[in-house]
C-alpha cells in the first residue's frame, strides 16, 4: 500500500495539536477508569497510531526518536494517553516480528490497535498445531481498546521452560475490570485471562531470539524499525510519558502561578519570591535532563538500526539505565512544582495533583523503577553478568 509517511516534525504537530482535547477529557478519563472515546477516536483520526505499522499495511514505521518525541507531547496533554499510547507502539511494533501471515490477519482491519504484556504470567503447553494457553496478564494497558494482544507466556516442554510471546485476538480473553489505581488511572490496565485457549503455532514467537532483535518476518527483514532488539525498544518507548509528564507539570504551574501569593507569608506574589525562582530553575534542569535520557536511548536505537549494528551488552543496560533516569528526572521535576503549588492545587481539577500521581506510578513500574535500572547497568559496568533476560 502506497501512502505517504509524515515527517517527524508533522507527526509531533499533530500530537501538540491533540493536547488540548487530552487535557479536557484527563479527568473524565480518571473518573472512568479507561480513555474516552472521543480521545481514542482522535488519536485514530490523526494517525498517530500509525507509527509503528509497516508501511506496506498504511503505518509510518517511524524511527525511535519519532515515537519518543510525538509521545512526549502527548504526555504534555495527558499521562495515561501517552502511556496507552505507548503501550500501543510497542505491541504494533511486536506485531510486526510475528510471520508475515500473522500480521495480514492482524492488520486486516485498517487502524487496528494493539496492545500487550511483557510478563509471562501465563503458561502454555504444546498442542497439535500450536499451544494450549492458561493464565492472566495484569496491568494490561490498552486492552479495552483493543483487537489483539500480544502477550508473554511460559511454554512447558519436557526440556525445560521455555519464554514465549503469543498473538492473541481480544475477543478470545476475558477480561477483569480490576484497575482501581492511585495513578494513571485512565489507562484502563486491566487484568485479561486466558481459559484453555489454543493459539495456533504461526502466533507463537520464542522469546529469546525477540529479545536479541531476531523475528520471523520476511517482509519486515530488511527494515530499519523492526531490526532492532526488543528490551530497547520497549524501553526507548516508555521513557516518554514520563519526559510528557515533566512537560505538563512545568505547563500546569506557570498556568497557576499569575495572582498566587504564599499564604502566611509576606509575599503578595509567589512569583516574586527567590524560593519560587530556585525552585522552577531546578525543575527546569531535571526536566531537561529526562529529555536527555530518553532521547539518547532513542537515538541509540535508531543510530544501531540503520547500521545494522550489533548491540553490545553495555549498550543494552544503558538504554535500561537511561529509562531509570528519565522517570527519576521526571519525578523529580513534578514534585519539586507540586510541591510549590500550595493547598489549592489538592482539587481534582487541578491537574498538578493528577501529573504527580501519574508519574509516581510510573516509577513504580517494575521496567521503569529507576533503581533496578541503576543497578542493572552497575552490574555491567562492574565486570559481572546481568541478573535478568530482559536487557
Not at 519436557?158 to 498473538?167: D, K, L
Request: hydrophobic content about 40%; charged content about 20%.
Amino acid at each position: 500500500m502506497a501512502n505517504e509517511i509524515p515527517s517527524r516534525e508533522g507527526l509531533i504537530d499533530r500530537a501538540a495539536g491533540l493536547v488540548p482535547l487530552l487535557q479536557k477529557n484527563a479527568l473524565r478519563g480518571e473518573e472512568n477508569r479507561r480513555l474516552p472515546e472521543e480521545t481514542l477516536d482522535a488519536l485514530t483520526e490523526s494517525g498517530l497510531l500509525n507509527m509503528r505499522v509497516p508501511t506496506r499495511y498504511g503505518g509510518y514505521e517511524s524511527d525511535m526518536r519519532t515515537v519518543v518525541d510525538v509521545i512526549a507531547e502527548l504526555g504534555r496533554g495527558d499521562g495515561s494517553t501517552a502511556w496507552v499510547t505507548s503501550v500501543f507502539a510497542i505491541s504494533t511494533w511486536m506485531a510486526g516480528l510475528f510471520p508475515d501471515e500473522v500480521q495480514d490477519e492482524i492488520f486486516a482491519e485498517p487502524g487496528v490497535r494493539v496492545s500487550g504484556i511483557l510478563s509471562p504470567t501465563a503458561t502454555a503447553e504444546p498442542a497439535r498445531g500450536g499451544v494450549v494457553i492458561n493464565g492472566k496478564w495484569s496491568f494490561n494497558s490498552g486492552a479495552l481498546h483493543s483487537s489483539w494482544n500480544t502477550n508473554a507466556a511460559v511454554l512447558l516442554t519436557p526440556e525445560g521452560p521455555q519464554p514465549i510471546m503469543v498473538a492473541i485476538p481480544m475477543a478470545d480473553l476475558e477480561i477483569v475490570d480490576d484497575w482501581h489505581t492511585m495513578g494513571l488511572r485512565g489507562s484502563g490496565s486491566v487484568t485479561t485471562v486466558a481459559r484453555d485457549l489454543f493459539v495456533p503455532e504461526p502466533r507463537v514467537l520464542p522469546m529469546g531470539p525477540v529479545l536479541q532483535g531476531q523475528h520471523r518476518s520476511r517482509a519486515n527483514a530488511d527494515s530499519p524499525v523492526f531490526r532492532a532488539p526488543f528490551m530497547a525498544t520497549a524501553c526507548a518507548t516508555v521513557a516518554a510519558p514520563a519526559v510528557g509528564l515533566a512537560r505538563a507539570a512545568k505547563e500546569s504551574f506557570f498556568e497557576r502561578l499569575p495572582g498566587r501569593k504564599i499564604t502566611y507569608t509576606t509575599y503578595d506574589s509567589q512569583a516574586e519570591a527567590p524560593v519560587t525562582h530556585l525552585q522552577v530553575a531546578e525543575a527546569a534542569a531535571k526536566a531537561d535532563e529526562a529529555e536527555f535520557h530518553a532521547r539518547r536511548a532513542a537515538e541509540l536505537v535508531d543510530g544501531n538500526a540503520a547500521g545494522a549494528k550489533p548491540w553490545t551488552l553495555e549498550e543494552r543496560a544503558r538504554v535500561r539505565l537511561d529509562l531509570g533516569a528519565a522517570c527519576q528526572r521526571a519525578k523529580e521535576t513534578v514534585d519539586i512544582l507540586n510541591s510549590a503549588s500550595g493547598g489549592s492545587s489538592v482539587f481534582s481539577t487541578v491537574p498538578i495533583q493528577r501529573i504527580q500521581r501519574d508519574v509516581q506510578t510510573l516509577n513504580l513500574h517494575a521496567i521503569l523503577h529507576p533503581n533496578t535500572n541503576y543497578e542493572l547497568y552497575g552490574r555491567i559496568a562492574c565486570g559481572l553478568e546481568p541478573n535478568t533476560l530482559y536487557v
